[in-house]
C-alpha cells in the first residue's frame, strides 16, 4: 500500500505494512550478510585445501579417503530437511500459526537426526586434525560446517519454542523466514564441502 | 609552504651519498643491481614529473579558485548542465596516467626478462642456508672433495656468476646484498634462488631483510668480490683442514675447546670436533667479523664473545661459556691459528 | 539552500519531546551499558578508537627514541619487538579500520535521514567486542606477555615452535575480536544503506561518502574473513597441533602469506576507501560546488574496491612463487592507481571551479593531495618487482605506507573531525589551533617520513630494534624521531583543542559550514530520533537544492520506534518496523563471547563450555518481550 501526499510537504506512511517478508525485511539483509561471510570462510577454507594438495606429492597424506557412508547420509539427510524447512517458510509467509508450529518441529527433528549422524562423520573420517595437513584441513571444513548446524539448531530450536510459547507478533513469522533462508544456506553450502571431503580424495 | 616541504625531495643525492656505499641499493656493483638501479632511475623520474605536475595542478587550482564562505550560496549549476571543459582536462589526464603506467609496466617486465638472462656459465654455486641468527655457507662442486663450509663471510670471484641456493633451517629469513642484487626470502620446507655477479671488487655488506626472532637485527654477513685468482686463493684455504702444528698453549686451547661447550656445536676441519648447530670455525680467524657481522673480530671482541655473548646480541643461541683466565688465553691462542 | 523547519507550534513541539523520550538511551549505570542509540554507540567507539591511536603513537614515539642514535640500549630487542608488533597491531585493528566505521556509524543514518542504524542492538555488541578485545591486547602487553612477532605474525617464527607461551595467542585473538566487530559494523552499514534511506534518495543520489562506506563495507564481508580463517588455523596449530603452517606435515609457511595478505591488501583499502568519502565531503562544501563527476567518483570507488582483491601477492615478491605469477600482480598494483588518479583529478577540478573557504577541514584534505600522492607514487615503485627486490622489508616500505595510511587516511580523518564536531557536539573546534594542528602535523610528518625512503635505498631493513653505527643512517634516522616528536606535538594540540572547544567553542548551529548534504539538516548535536520530521531527499546535495527539502515525512509514531525502510533502488518508502528497545544483553553476551575467546587461548574446552553463557545471553537478547509485543501487535499492519 503506497502512501498518499495529503498536504504539500508531507509525506504520509502512516498506512504502510510495519513488517514484510523477503528482501523488503531488515533481517532478510542482515542474513544475506552473513551468509556473504560465511559462505567466504568455507571458500577459502576449500581454497587452501586444494593449495596444500598442490604442494603435495600424495593426497590424501598418509591417510585413507574418508569414508563415504555417513557423509552421504548426512547428505541425503540434510537436503530431505529442506522439504519442512520449505514448508515452515511458506507457512510464516501466510502466517499460518498452525502450519509454522507443526514444519518446525518437524525441522528440529531432522536437526537431531543430522547432529547425531555427523558425530558418526567425525569418527569415519580416517585421519586426525593432528596427524598431518590434509588432516588439518578436513577437520577444519567439518569443524566449520559443524558450527553452522549446531548454531541453526539452536536458532530454530529458541525460535520454535517461541511460537508455541509466545509472545507473537508479525515480525516472528518474518523471524521464521529469514531463519528458513539460513537453513538453506546451511544445507546448500555442505553440498560442495562433502563433494571436496568425501570425493576430492578419490581423484 | 609546500614547496619548502618539497626541499628533502631535492635532497635525495646528498642524503644517500652521506649513506655508506656497502649495503647501498644506489651504488649498484653488479650486473643484476645495475639493471635495477636503472629501471629505478627511470621509475623515480617518472613518478617525480607525475607529483610535480599534481601539485602544480593543484596550486594553480588554489589560486585561480575565487573565495567564499559559509554564506556564499553554494554553485549547483552543475547538477543540471555537463561540465564539458572539465570532462575534457580530466581524461586527458587520466589518458596521460595510463600512458604513463603502461611505459613503467613495460620497462618493469624488460628488467624482469632482462634479471632471468644472466649469463650463467662457470658459476660459482653456494648453498646458503640461514639460521637464526647466522648465515651457513656451503661452496659446492661436482668434485666431493672440493666442497667447503664457511659462514657470515663469504668470497665471490669478480666477473663470474654466482648461483646461491637459498634455505632455511627454521624461519623464514631474507638474504640481501643490495649492492649486487635485490632479496629473496629463504622459507623451511622451500627452495629458492638467486643468481648474481659481482663486476666490481670490494667488500659488501648485506643483512636479512624478514623479521626472524629475537636478533634480526643483528644478522648480517660480508659478501668479498675479489679478482678470480684471488678467489681461488681463498677457495683453496678454505678447504684446508685446521693445523696439527701447535705450540703448548694452542694445543692447550684446543683442549679446552674440546672439553667445553664449543665442541657440542661447531666444527673445525680435521680437529674431530663436527657439529653442525653453530658456525664452521674452521677459518674464523680469518673473518673480519663475529658473531654475524656485528663485531669486529679481534681478540678482545672473541673473548667477550666467547664468555658473555648475552650482553653483545642479547637472545643469542651461543651460551655463555665460563672459563679461568688461563683456559680463555689458551683458547684465544688456538683459535687465532684457524686462518 | 534551506531552512530548517523548527517545531513552532504545541503538536510539534510536544512532537519532538515525545521523540527525544522515545529514542534516548536509558539514564543510569544501568542505561550506560544497555545503551543502544546510534550517536552514544559511535562516540564511544571514536573515542576508544583515538584512545588507541594515542597508545600507537606513544608507542611509535618510544621506538623513534632507541633508533635516534645507532646502538642505543633505551629499550632492548625483547621490548622493541613487543613495540613494533603493538604498534602495528594497534594501528591497523584497533585505530584504522574501526575509526573508519565509528564515524560512519554515526554519519550514515544522519546522510540518509534516518532516525537510526540497522540492528541497533548488534551495533552496541560490535562496539564492546571491540573494547574488550584490545582491552585484552594491551592487559597481555602490560603484562609482559604480550605479542612479538609483528602485526603480520609470519610462520614459522609465530607458529608454536618459535614462538612458545602464549604472546602470538593473544594476538591472534585479538584479530578474532576485531575481525567480528568490523564484520558485523559491516552488515549494519550495508543493509542501513540499501534500506533505510530517505524517500526519494535514489542510489543516483546517494552522498559519495556514503558511497564509500558502502563499499568498504562489502569489502570487509569479503575479505575479513580470510585473516579470519588465518589466524584461527594459527591458533589451532599453537593450540592443538594442527599443521597448517608446518612444512614438516604437508603445511606451507606460504599457506599463512596467501590468506594473510587476501585481508591485507584489501584491509589497507577498507582504511583508505572512507576517506575518500570525507574528502568528497569537505571539499564540496568548502568550494561551494557539488564534486565535479559524480558517476566516475561512484565508479572509481567500486573498481578499487574489486582491483583491491587483486594485489596481495605484491607482498609475496621476495618468495619463489612462479615469475609469471608475479607479473599479473605488477600490472593489477599498477592499475589501481587509475581509479584514484581519477578521483584526484575530479577534485582538482572541483576546487578550480569552486569558490574556496580554507578552513581547518580544507587544509587537511589538501594535506592529502601532497601526502597521499607521494606515497601512491611510491607504491607504483614498489609494484615493480624488480624495484621491490631491492626496497621490500626496509624502510622504504615503511615510509611509503605512513604516507598513504597517514596521508590518505589521517589527514582526511582529521578534517573530518574538523568537519563534523560541530555536528557531533554543537561546537566548533578551535580554528587558529586548528591551523597549527594541521601545519605541525604536515611538516612533521614530512621530517619523520620522507628520510624513511633514503634510509630503505641505503640498506636499512624493518623491524630492527638498532643499527650498527658507520652505516650512515645516523642523521636520517635522527629527523626522523625528531619528526615524529613533532606529530606528537600536533596530536597534542588537537587534543587541547577538543577539550577547550568542548567548552568555550564557538556555538554551531545545525549547519555552520553551509553544506548540502541531510545531516546538517537537523540540530547540533542531533536530537534522540535524529530528525524531528525526517526528510524527503530531492537531490544530491538536498539542502542546496533551489527549494530545499521538498517535503518531510509524516505518519511515524512518536511513542515508538518506528522506523521508514525504502526500497533499494529507489528509495520508495515500503514498510514501517519498529526498532527494538534498548537491554543489557548484548553487553552480557559480548561479555560471554570475550569469555570464550580468551578462555580458548588456553584451552579448546572453552569452546564448549564458553558456548553455553553465550547461548543464554542471546537467547534473552533475543526473546521478544511481552509488553513491547503487545504494544506492536495492536498497531500491526500486515503487508
Known amino acids: ?203 | 609552504m609546500k614547496r619548502i616541504a618539497a626541499l628533502p625531495v631535492l635532497s635525495l643525492a646528498g642524503a644517500a651519498a652521506m649513506a655508506a656505499p656497502f649495503q647501498n641499493a644506489l651504488k649498484p656493483a653488479g650486473i643484476q643491481a645495475e639493471r635495477i638501479h636503472d629501471l629505478w632511475l627511470l621509475t623515480v623520474g617518472i613518478c617525480s614529473v607525475v607529483f610535480a605536475a599534481v601539485l602544480v595542478a593543484l596550486l594553480l587550482a588554489l589560486s585561480r579558485a575565487g573565495r567564499s564562505d559559509a554564506a556564499t550560496p553554494p554553485d549547483v549549476a552543475s547538477l543540471a548542465a555537463p561540465e564539458p571543459r572539465l570532462k575534457r582536462n580530466v581524461l586527458l589526464a587520466v589518458g596521460a596516467s595510463i600512458a604513463l603506467l603502461l611505459v613503467l609496466i613495460v620497462a618493469d617486465f624488460q628488467t624482469d626478462r632482462l634479471l632471468g638472462r644472466m649469463p650463467l656459465s662457470d658459476a660459482v654455486h653456494i648453498e646458503v642456508t640461514a639460521h637464526q641468527w647466522w648465515w651457513e655457507a656451503r661452496y659446492n662442486d661436482p668434485e666431493p672433495g672440493k666442497i667447503f663450509t664457511t659462514a657470515n663471510e663469504l668470497h665471490i670471484p669478480v666477473g663470474r656468476p654466482v648461483i646461491m641456493t637459498l634455505k632455511s633451517s627454521d624461519v623464514i629469513h631474507t638474504f640481501w646484498l643490495p649492492n649486487l642484487h635485490g632479496k629473496k626470502d629463504m622459507i623451511p620446507g622451500r627452495t629458492s634462488l638467486i643468481r648474481l655477479r659481482a663486476d666490481q671488487p670490494g667488500t659488501y655488506r648485506g643483512q636479512c631483510a624478514e623479521f626472524c626472532g629475537l636478533e634480526h637485527a643483528m644478522m648480517a654477513f660480508l659478501v668479498t668480490a675479489e679478482p678470480n685468482d684471488r678467489y681461488e686463493a681463498w677457495a683453496d684455504a678454505q678447504r684446508r683442514e685446521a693445523s696439527n702444528v701447535l705450540s703448548a698453549r694452542e694445543s692447550r686451547g684446543r683442549q679446552v675447546f674440546m672439553e667445553r661447550s664449543c665442541v657440542m656445536c661447531h666444527t673445525v676441519q680435521g680437529s674431530g670436533a663436527n657439529a653442525v648447530f653453530g658456525p664452521d670455525l674452521t677459518h674464523v680467524a680469518s673473518r673480519q667479523t663475529l658473531a654475524s657481522g656485528v663485531l669486529p673480530n679481534n681478540r678482545q671482541q672473541m673473548a667477550a664473545w666467547v664468555t658473555q655473548p648475552q650482553k653483545l646480541k642479547p637472545g643469542t643461541n651461543m651460551p655463555a661459556t665460563k672459563l679461568s683466565g688461563e683456559e680463555l688465553e689458551a683458547l684465544l691462542d688456538y683459535l687465532g691459528t684457524l686462518k | 539552500m534551506t531552512t530548517i523547519t523548527t517545531p513552532t507550534h504545541t503538536g510539534q513541539r510536544d512532537s519532538a519531546r515525545q521523540l527525544e523520550q522515545t529514542w534516548r538511551d536509558p539514564p543510569g549505570l544501568y542505561g550506560w551499558f544497555a545503551a543502544i542509540n546510534h550517536k552514544t554507540i559511535a562516540v564511544r567507539f571514536m573515542l576508544t578508537t583515538f584512545g588507541f591511536f594515542v597508545a600507537g603513537g606513544v608507542l611509535a614515539l618510544i621506538m623513534r627514541l632507541q633508533l635516534a642514535r645507532p646502538e642505543n640500549t633505551l629499550v632492548g630487542p625483547d621490548f622493541y619487538n613487543q613495540l613494533f608488533t603493538m604498534h602495528g597491531t594497534t594501528m591497523m585493528f584497533l585505530f584504522a579500520v574501526p575509526v573508519m566505521q565509528a564515524v560512519g556509524s554515526y554519519l550514515v543514518p544522519l546522510m540518509l535521514g534516518a532516525r537510526s542504524l540497522a540492528f541497533p542492538r548488534m551495533n552496541a555488541f560490535a562496539y564492546w567486542i571491540f573494547l574488550f578485545g584490545g582491552l585484552m591486547l594491551y592487559v597481555a602487553f602490560l603484562l609482559d606477555i604480550g605479542p612479538d612477532a609483528g602485526w603480520f605474525a609470519y610462520v614459522p617464527l609465530s607458529g608454536p615452535d618459535y614462538s612458545p607461551g602464549k604472546r602470538v595467542d593473544f594476538w591472534a585473538q585479538l584479530v578474532t575480536f576485531t575481525e567480528l566487530s568490523a564484520l558485523l559494523e559491516a552488515v549494519i552499514l550495508i543493509t542501513t544503506i540499501f534500506k533505510m534511506r530517505a524517500p526519494g534518495m535514489t542510489l543516483n543520489r546517494m552522498p559519495l561518502y556514503v558511497w564509500t562506506m558502502l563499499v568498504t563495507s562489502f569489502m570487509v564481508l569479503f575479505a575479513m574473513p580470510s585473516v579470519m580463517l588465518a589466524s584461527t588455523a594459527l591458533i589451532t596449530d599453537r593450540l592443538v597441533g594442527t599443521h597448517f603452517y608446518n612444512p614438516a606435515e604437508g603445511g606451507d609457511a606460504l599457506l599463512w602469506q596467501h590468506l594473510f595478505w587476501f585481508f591485507g591488501h584489501p584491509e589497507v583499502y577498507l582504511i583508505f576507501i572512507p576517506p575518500l568519502g570525507f574528502m568528497s565531503s569537505i571539499i564540496a562544501t568548502f568550494s561551494r560546488r557539488p564534486i565535479y563527476g559524480y558517476p566516475a567518483m561512484v565508479l572509481a570507488v567500486i573498481a578499487t574496491a574489486f582491483l583491491a582483491f587483486g594485489l596481495w601477492v605484491h607482498h609475496m615478491y621476495a618468495t619463489n612463487i612462479p615469475e609469471l605469477g608475479k607479473s599479473f600482480f605488477t600490472a593489477s598494483s599498477a592499475m589501481i592507481a587509475i581509479p584514484t588518479a581519477i578521483q584526484i583529478f575530479c577534485w582538482i577540478a572541483t576546487l578550480w571551479t569552486g569558490k574556496l573557504n580554507f578552513r581547518t577541514p580544507l587544509l587537511f584534505a589538501l594535506g592529502f593531495f601532497f601526502i597521499l600522492t607521494l606515497g601512491g607514487l611510491t607504491g607504483i615503485i614498489l609494484a615493480s618487482v624488480a624495484l621491490d627486490l631491492q626496497v621490500h622489508d626496509t624502510y622504504f616500505v615503511v615510509a611509503h605506507l605512513h604516507y598513504v595510511l597517514i596521508g590518505g587516511a589521517v589527514f582526511p580523518l582529521f578534517g573530518a573531525f574538523y568537519y563534523w564536531f560541530p555536528k557531533f557536539t554543537g561546537r566548533l573546534l578551535g580554528e587558529t589551533l586548528g591551523k597549527w594542528n594541521f601545519w605541525l602535523f604536515f611538516i612533521g610528518f614530512n621530517v619523520s617520513f620522507f628520510p624513511m625512503h633514503l634510509l630503505g635505498l641505503a640498506g636499512m631493513p624493518r623491524r630492527v630494534w638498532t643499527y650498527p653505527a658507520g652505516m650512515g643512517w645516523d642523521q636520517m634516522n635522527l629527523a626522523a624521531t625528531v619528526g615524529g616528536m613533532m606529530i606528537g606535538a600536533s596530536v597534542l594540540l588537537f587534543i587541547i583543542n577538543v577539550l577547550r572547544s568542548r567548552r568555550h567553542g564557538v556555538p554551531a548551529g545545525p549547519n555552520p559550514w553551509g553544506a548540502g548534504t541531510l545531516e546538517w539538516g537537523t540540530d547540533s548535536p542531533p536530537p534522540a530520533g535524529n530528525f524531528v520530521a525526517p526528510p524527503v531527499c530531492g537531490g544530491r546535495y538536498p539542502l542546496w537544492e533551489p527549494d530545499g527539502v521538498p517535503a518531510h515525512v509524516t505518519g511515524l509514531a512518536d511513542d515508538r520506534r518506528e522506523i521508514l525502510v525504502t526500497t533499494l533502488m529507489d528509495a520508495v518508502p515500503d514498510l514501517r518496523p519498529v526498532m527494538p528497545s534498548p537491554n543489557i544483553w548484548p553487553f552480557l553476551s559480548a561479555v560471554a563471547v570475550t569469555i570464550l575467546f580468551v578462555g580458548s587461548i588456553f584451552t579448546p574446552w572453552a569452546v564448549v563450555w564458553g558456548a553455553v553463557p553465550i547461548a543464554i545471553g542471546m537467547t534473552l537478547w533475543f526473546w521478544p518481550r511481552s509488553r513491547e509485543t503487545r504494544k506492536n501487535a495492536a498497531s500491526e499492519v500486515h503487508p
Open chain 1, 1 to 203: 500500500m503506497k502512501p498518499g501526499m495529503r498536504e504539500p510537504g508531507r509525506l504520509d506512511v502512516s498506512e504502510l505494512p510495519t513488517f514484510g517478508f523477503g528482501h523488503r525485511s531488515l533481517m532478510w539483509w542482515g542474513t544475506f550478510g552473513l551468509m556473504l561471510i560465511e559462505g567466504m570462510i568455507f571458500a577459502l577454507t576449500i581454497a587452501a585445501y586444494f593449495y596444500l594438495r598442490s604442494h603435495s606429492v600424495t593426497w590424501p597424506m598418509n591417510a585413507a579417503p574418508p569414508e563415504l557412508l555417513w557423509g552421504t547420509v548426512n547428505t541425503a539427510v540434510l537436503l530431505a530437511s529442506m522439504l519442512p524447512n520449505h514448508l515452515a517458510k511458506q507457512a510464516a509467509e501466510k502466517l499460518d500459526l498452525k502450519k509454522v508450529r507443526i514444519w518446525m518441529v518437524v525441522c528440529l527433528l531432522f536437526s537431531l537426526v543430522f547432529l547425531g549422524i555427523r558425530v558418526l562423520e567425525f569418527t569415519s573420517l580416517n585421519t586426525r586434525w593432528d596427524s598431518q595437513a590434509y588432516g588439518s584441513v578436513v577437520w577444519m571444513l567439518m569443524a566449520l560446517h559443524t558450527t553452522h548446524l549446531v548454531t541453526d539448531a539452536y536458532d530454530s530450536a529458541v525460535l520454535t519454542v517461541l511460537m508455541f510459547t509466545g509472545p507473537l507478533e508479525g515480525k516472528r513469522y518474518v523471524d521464521v523466514s529469514e531463519n528458513a533462508m539460513y537453513w538453506y544456506f546451511v544445507v546448500l553450502s555442505w553440498l560442495p564441502i562433502y563433494a571436496v571431503i568425501y570425493w576430492a580424495p578419490r581423484f
